[in-house]
């Protein structure tokens, strides 16, 4: 679902002068002030697509209740004292806001290309064909301020508001079914062939922006649009429809969320605000690169919020870490971003969530192309010395054979990032390991193998992962690209004996638990904090670290990480 507001800048403005002072008497002598402002507000400055009808009518109703609230029932008065709700089936419409043309240089294309999308030669036909057709959208627009118009106008007819909506009903049928032929086209798909035609118009549901909003896009597009699009994977929905490849960038995203973002961008004036609640993996993965290219293309000011999904999550039952991302464009040559950390939260702490957070000043990483979660200042100088010693990174160390010292690491950790040189305790009659969680590293010699054991088992790791990585699983990229830099031998001594207590502690304080067909060996590294501190110590000073860094890393999220009952039997990791 994606549930989309958007607010034009500009005020409902009279054409004439004598219209102007007409509204402001009209506010003036209204009996509910406030009541009048948000109905002129919904009517003129609200607009919204989904590609669900239910949606579109639960919109609806909530915008109709919030004027509702604006009146005191009058049981002595007709319709208990209050006026008709305003008619807004043209500002809130259902359709899919990615399937059909949405800008005039779409349309123009439209005009210019024959069936088989070869150019015509007599360019003047072709511009009179576009000509004759936006007159006929510059009228249906024309229709469509004037209802709206007339829903404030108190001596309304209630005949000619009917008359009027069924006038601008058709127009805009008119409209949409000539490009809804050229755009079947597209697809293969010939109008004429009646059965086909309707099959592919029930499934994917065009929607043309640039003439169901047509004044808007003339005059730039949105000032505001805001949207909560939908998560869901395109390969799920190319059976219902299919996306035209050439007008979007951001397909090896691979989620619909990414085209929701691409084509706001189209929408968007060039002045405008953008803002939009999507997994976070908008920030990192490097399959949402090209979607970043995207953001970063349309808009120098940048404001990314990341959030967990545990101990509490953003939106009840929706298992998915989000970030909210707001963008603008100014006519400035540098770039801006900013982020916050990578929020945890307890449900008691949901109403100070967002008067808390803090953005300070982020970048793209140069060597993952990654947007950074930093949200501190101790943060963003442990990055940059970290960066330095980027001559060298954990891949460097490692076997390029299935050789040498092993270590596995859980990649789906949650509060503690878990890395071992010993094989876990599983029992199954299916299968011999836990294969979806874990993952194995080899390195060249036992005492590097064993320093970057206990650099994954950090605190600093962790920090990395949630700063750097998506914060939910640990990939390849995110252990193999961490620096590390030159190890002077007396690091590797101290780390090797702080790797091998670790692991005796590991397990000291793990238990067996049994889950449906299997029996596996749980850990509680919080128990083992002392010890990865000493880790941290030692990592401060291989990086150079100031005290006020160290203090940070090893107090990071330390309300979340050590907040467990440990011994409930809850898995930690």
């Given amino acids: 679902m994606w549930k989309t507001l958007i607010a034009p ?156 909506k069924q006038t601008l009903r058709e127009k805009l049928k008119i409209l949409d079914d000539e490009l ?15 059965a086909d035609y309707d099959k592919w118009l029930k499934s994917h549901q065009p929607f043309h922006w640039f003439v169901e909003f047509y004044g808007i896009m003339l005059n730039g597009g949105f000032d505001v649009i805001i949207g909560n699009p939908p998560y869901v994977e395109y390969r799920k929905v190319r059976d219902a429809y299919l996306l035209p490849r050439e007008r979007y960038t951001s397909e090896t995203a691979g989620n619909l969320y990414a085209f929701c973002m691409e084509r706001s961008g189209m929408l968007l004036r060039s002045s405008g605000w953008f803002g939009m609640i999507v997994p976070a993996g908008i920030l990192g993965l490097e399959e949402t690169l090209p979607m970043r290219e995207v953001i970063f293309r349309r808009f120098n000011n940048n404001w990314f919020s990341t959030y967990s999904i545990r101990p509490s999550k953003l939106f009840d039952g929706v298992d998915q870490r989000l970030c909210i991302c707001l963008e603008n464009h100014k006519d400035k040559e540098l770039s801006n971003i900013q982020s916050t950390r990578y929020q945890h939260w307890n449900a008691e702490e949901r109403d100070e969530l967002f008067p808390k957070i803090e953005y300070k000043p982020s970048f793209v990483h140069d060597r993952l192309t990654r947007v950074l979660q930093i ?67 080899y390195f060249n010699d036992m005492r590097t193998g064993k320093f970057v054991s206990a650099l994954l088992n950090s605190s600093l790791f962790f920090f990395w992962f949630v700063s750097v990585g998506n914060g939910r699983n640990i990939t390849a990229t995110d252990v193999k690209k961490i ?64 005290d006020e860094e160290l203090d940070s890393i090893i107090n990071y999220d330390i309300k979340y990480r050590m907040g467990r009952v440990v011994g409930s039997g809850e898995e930690e990791n």
């Fill in 9 to 164: 800048k500009k005020k409902h403005r009279p054409e004439k002068f004598s219209d102007f002072r007409k509204v402001l008497k009209q506010e003036e002598g209204h009996p509910n002030r406030r009541y009048y402002i948000f109905k002129n507000i919904i009517l003129n400055n609200l607009f919204g697509v989904d590609i669900m009808e239910e949606a579109v009518e639960i919109c609806k109703l909530r915008l109709f209740l919030k004027l509702v609230a604006q009146v005191d029932p009058d049981p002595n008065k007709e319709n208990l004292g209050m006026e008709p709700l305003p008619d807004i089936d043209f500002n809130i419409r259902a359709g899919n806001t990615l399937v059909g043309y949405a800008t005039a240089d779409e349309v123009r294309k439209v005009f210019k290309e024959d069936t088989q999308g070869q150019a015509k030669l007599q360019f003047g036909e072709v511009l009179s064909g576009y000509q004759r057709f936006e007159e006929r959208v510059e009228l249906a627009d024309r229709a469509f301020k004037q209802f709206r118009r007339m829903q404030t106008d108190p001596d309304m007819d209630a005949k000619d508001f009917t008359n009027a």
């Fill in 180 to 194: 809804n032929r050229h755009l079947a086209r597209e697809y293969g798909v010939k109008a004429d062939k009646k």
């Fill in 375 to 441: 949200g501190s200042r101790e943060g963003t100088g442990i990055l940059q010395k970290m960066e330095l010693k980027t001559s060298k990174t954990s891949e460097h160390y490692q076997s390029r054979s299935k050789n040498g010292f092993l270590i596995h690491y859980h990649r789906s950790p949650r509060y503690w990032i878990r890395a071992m040189d010993f094989d876990q305790y599983f029992k199954s009659p299916t299968r011999t390991k836990s294969v979806h969680h874990f993952r194995d590293i």
């Fill in 483 to 546: 620096p590390v830099g030159d190890v002077r031998d007396e690091i590797l001594a101290v780390m090797a004996n702080l790797s091998d207590s670790l692991m005796r502690d590991y397990k000291k304080n793990s238990f067996i638990r049994e889950r449906k067909d299997c029996e596996f060996q749980e850990f509680r590294p919080s128990l083992s904090k002392p010890i990865i501190d000493q880790i941290d110590q030692v990592l401060a000073k291989h990086y150079g670290f100031s």
